[in-house]
Each structure stands twice: as C-alpha cells, then as structure tokens.
C-alpha cells in the first residue's frame, strides 16, 4: 500500500551552466580587469565557487588567483568595511 501512494516526482532539467570563458575566446581573465572579476566575488567580498559562478575547472583556477593577485594590489577589497 505504501508503494501505491508513493508521489510520482517530476524530474525537472536543470540547464547547465556554460563557462563564459570557453565560449568567449576573446574573455581574458587578467588581475588588472576589476570588473570582471567582480562578477566572481560577492557583495562582501568573497570568491563565488565554480558550481555557482559556472566557470569551468581550469577558468576557476584564473580567476581565483586573479582575485588574489588584484587584491594585494589592492584593485579588489578583501572584505567590506560596514558597522556591524
């Protein structure tokens, strides 16, 4: 009886995210592009992860040590500055 009222799920397609990078050839993740690497930080500074963002595995790897870079060079806050 159990399995008669089991619920029949629908399974959804989730669409897969697409690196901008790899169908963009001209995109190049370079420290000094602040705002494009914005794109991949959020609001309080952190890195977006690549499940998120959709950026492919050798992409991601850039653009986090772009970030890094643009950061000590101060181009990209490391945190935001608000009263808590």
């Known amino acids: 009886m ?3 009222q089991q ?3 629908k399974r959804t397609f989730i669409r897969r995210k ?3 990078f790899c ?15 914005r794109i ?3 609001e ?7 499940r998120i963002s959709g950026a492919c ?5 850039k ?8 950061r000590n060079i101060a181009l990209l806050p490391f945190t935001t500055t608000g009263a808590r």
């Open 23 to 37: 169908a963009d050839k001209n995109l190049k993740i370079d420290y000094k592009d602040y705002q494009t690497l």
């Open 44 to 50: 309080r500074g952190k890195i977006i992860p690549r």
């Open 40 to 42: 991949f930080t959020t």
């Open 18 to 20: 697409i690196c901008r």
């Open 7 to 9: 619920s029949v799920r």
């Open 2 to 4: 159990a399995r008669q």
């Open 57 to 61: 595995a050798k992409h991601q790897r």
């Open 63 to 70: 653009v986090t040590k772009a970030i890094k870079i643009a």
